[in-house]
């Protein structure tokens, strides 16, 4: 029944917990290749609960049970792990004070897998390959921790040298640790220069141990310094063996001087009574007297050598086997199933509230901050791309047809009544003209043209005005049906403030002078005297004289010659030839005004609206892409933290049931769980009610 039981819970546990791994390592491997270098404070703690989360979940598929073995240096701890194993494991022993574990448990075949701080492997198959590389290991921790000690520096191998050895995995066929499902932890001594980190060592399984071996040699039995760090282990462990490692070959000197068999030899059990009433402390003898504490004084040496070689039962001490018996016995009481539900529950339960508390941290939180801002800088950037491209689709030569139409018809309004009050002045100076000794050049530049400059001027004035009303006017008198008005603000296009520019500009320009007014001298009617008559003088004669031989138009003309050669027939011609002139004149300084103010403003507006919008738009492009390449970043690091912290919620409210289910109504938080990075403000864990959350 309690094999089934045991079966089913590890079958349930795999499939509540493994599940993490994937997205645990998709975080791992996100902010490894993350270029913010917050996030890689992160790493540190995401591979410390990944290592410790893998160490779990092969626990307990393996349904094994973990033996720690502590002691002094040379203890026989060693001997201990060859002698319950019945195979040679002492090559990959812990070096004397390397702060790494040695975890031996069957295997098929021999195989020795190393794990460094920083998550990386190797795996041999040679005994001696993985002691040299322990070798090397043990040389470049003793340099990096001798630099540490000389500036006067603490040091952590797991953060000041992640390249080193964390643990190594050793797989072996031992039938006898194949029975009981046990696999053996060797740790470091326990008095050592380099014991740095001890309590940080032994976390990832003295919790879930099932019991812990505590070996010191009988020479060392009675040394207050052994023992001074044992009550540790008496808060750690349900169970703790005590073997104290004797040597049945030694001797002692007689009186005589003749060699005798020592206590160690005759009667170790003594050596075990006199510990017990003279050196024992308080804690170890409530402990003793609990049951707790089992002492076995046992010949390590003569153990392991005959369990190795494969002797009889009856060959082992006898200690020795009642050990192996009281140790088998627990790994298979209710106790110790009860321990291990427990156990791997609230290990589980502890590593997922660190991941949940990693997913809290400050690191993460402004990340999350920072993806929230860019998105919305990326939304405001898309807006303000679309906003660009409706301004540079719109066609706003088209939209500014009213305002030409609006200065067409201001001007023409206008034109009609200045046109009468310019044709009476060039009237007026035609008749002036034939009063006067002026040549018709003068009368042409002198009396015509400047009327003709003044209309235009007066025009153009008018033109001005209508204008400057519609710049007076809101958004420059363009309303929303004709514009995009809120693109055009978007871009920070202002078009009252272009439309100003682009007037200023083209008006700026001054209009061209009047053209000189043209005569067909040959076409204005001309009398011959009475005296032309009798000398035959043709027409083309008598115009060459009134009018110069060259054709030109400045040759003077007198009052009374103009009077007697014109008259009324010449003033008709001229009047009418004025009225032309000035009908020409008006139509098509009208129309030049009208295309400067209205569509000459119109365009160059269109023009400079277009080029703000591009040149907006290209800064968007180039700050959209900077933004997408900055989110991408962002999100590739959040994305599988995102899917982590989704798992992780999943896998607590399932670790809660399962802990329901086996009648665990008591889910603690280690104290001794994975080291995290400290954040501002980390959310409290919500555990329904059925089971209780407390910190021990």
């Known amino acids: 029944m309690q094999a089934k039981l045991l079966a089913e819970f590890c079958r349930r546990f795999e499939s509540v917990v493994r599940p993490l791994l994937q997205p645990l390592a998709n975080a791992i491997d996100a902010v490894e290749k993350a270029p913010d270098r917050d996030a890689a404070g992160l790493l540190a703690p995401l591979r410390e609960v990944q290592h410790h989360l893998g160490a779990l979940l092969d626990k307990v598929a393996e349904q094994q049970a973990y033996v720690l073995i502590f002691g002094p240096l040379k203890s026989g701890k060693s001997t201990l792990m060859n002698a319950l194993a019945a195979a040679y494991v002492s090559e990959v022993s812990c070096l004397p004070a390397y702060p790494c574990l040695v975890f031996v448990g069957n295997g098929e075949r021999r195989r020795y897998q190393l794990t460094r701080f920083d998550g990386t492997s190797e795996t041999f198959d040679d005994g001696e390959a993985i002691a040299a590389r322990i070798g090397e290991a043990h040389l470049r921790l003793a340099e990096h921790l001798r630099a540490a000690e000389a500036e006067g520096r603490p040091f952590d191998p797991a953060t000041h040298f992640p390249q080193a050895i964390r643990r190594i995995d050793v797989r072996l066929p031992a039938q006898a640790l194949a029975q009981s499902g046990a696999v053996l932890v060797d740790t470091p001594g326990l008095y050592s220069r380099m014991r740095f980190g001890y309590s940080q060592m032994t976390r990832d399984f003295r919790n879930a141990a099932a019991c812990a071996v505590f070996v010191v040699k009988s020479d060392n039995l009675f040394l207050e310094q052994v023992f001074e760090e044992f009550q540790e282990l008496l808060d750690l462990f349900s169970r703790i063996f005590l073997i104290v490692n004797v040597d049945s070959t030694k001797r002692d000197l007689r009186p005589d001087g003749e060699l005798a068999p020592s206590l160690e030899q005759t009667r170790p059990e003594q050596i075990v009574a006199a510990f017990e009433q003279l050196a024992m402390t308080a804690a170890l003898k409530r402990a003793h007297e609990q049951g707790r504490l089992r002492i076995y004084p046992i010949d390590l040496m003569r153990a392991a050598s005959a369990r190795v070689k494969g002797e009889a039962r009856a060959a082992m001490p006898d200690d020795f086997r009642t050990f192996v018996a009281d140790l088998a016995e627990f790994l298979a009481s209710p106790d110790y199933l009860a321990a291990f539900l427990g156990d791997s529950l609230r290990r589980a339960h502890t590593l997922l509230h660190a991941l949940e508390r990693i997913g809290a941290h400050d690191t993460i939180t402004d990340l999350e901050a920072r993806a929230a801002q860019l998105e919305r800088e990326r939304n405001t950037t898309q807006a303000l791309l679309a906003a660009a491209d409706r301004v540079l689709a719109w066609q706003a030569d088209k939209a500014f047809t009213c305002f030409e139409q609006r200065v067409r018809a201001d001007v023409g309004n206008r034109a009609h009544e200045i046109g009468v009050k310019t044709v009476r002045l060039m009237e007026a100076g035609l008749d002036q003209w034939f009063l006067s000794g002026a040549s018709v050049q003068a009368l042409l530049e002198n009396e015509w043209r400047p009327p003709l400059k003044l209309f235009r001027d007066q025009i153009e004035a008018e033109a001005k005005e209508s204008l400057e009303r519609s710049l007076q006017e809101r958004d420059?008198?363009?309303?929303?049906?004709?514009?995009?008005?809120?693109?055009?603000?978007?871009?920070?296009?202002?078009?009252?403030?272009?439309?100003?520019?682009?007037?200023?500009?083209?008006?700026?320009?001054?209009?061209?002078?009047?053209?000189?007014?043209?005569?067909?001298?040959?076409?204005?009617?001309?009398?011959?005297?009475?005296?032309?008559?009798?000398?035959?003088?043709?027409?083309?004669?008598?115009?060459?004289?009134?009018?110069?031989?060259?054709?030109?138009?400045?040759?003077?003309?007198?009052?009374?010659v103009k009077a007697a050669r014109l008259g009324d027939a010449g003033k008709r011609y001229l009047r009418d030839h004025l009225q032309a002139v000035h009908d020409a004149f008006c139509r098509e300084a009208a129309a030049q005004v009208v295309e400067r103010v209205g569509r000459a403003i119109a365009t160059r507006t269109a023009q400079e609206l277009r080029e703000i919008a591009s040149a907006r738009k290209r800064d968007a492009e180039a700050r959209?892409?900077?933004?997408?390449?900055?989110w991408n970043l962002c999100t590739q690091v959040l994305s599988p933290l995102r899917k982590l912290a989704a798992a992780v919620r999943d896998a607590q409210a399932a670790v809660l049931a399962l802990a329901r289910d086996h009648g665990v109504q008591e889910l603690t938080v280690l104290d001794d769980g994975p080291v995290l990075p400290r954040a501002t403000s980390a959310p409290e864990l919500h555990v329904p009610s059925r089971a209780r959350l407390r910190r021990r």
């Open 476 to 560: 420059g008198g363009v309303d929303e049906g004709q514009a995009p008005l809120a693109d055009l603000r978007a871009v920070g296009a202002d078009l009252a403030a272009v439309r100003r520019r682009a007037a200023e500009a083209v008006l700026a320009t001054p209009l061209p002078d009047v053209p000189r007014i043209r005569i067909d001298l040959a076409a204005i009617p001309v009398k011959r005297s009475a005296t032309d008559w009798m000398l035959l003088r043709s027409l083309d004669k008598v115009r060459a004289g009134l009018f110069g031989e060259d054709g030109g138009l400045d040759q003077k003309i007198a009052a009374k």
């Open 624 to 630: 959209l892409r900077d933004l997408e390449r900055q």
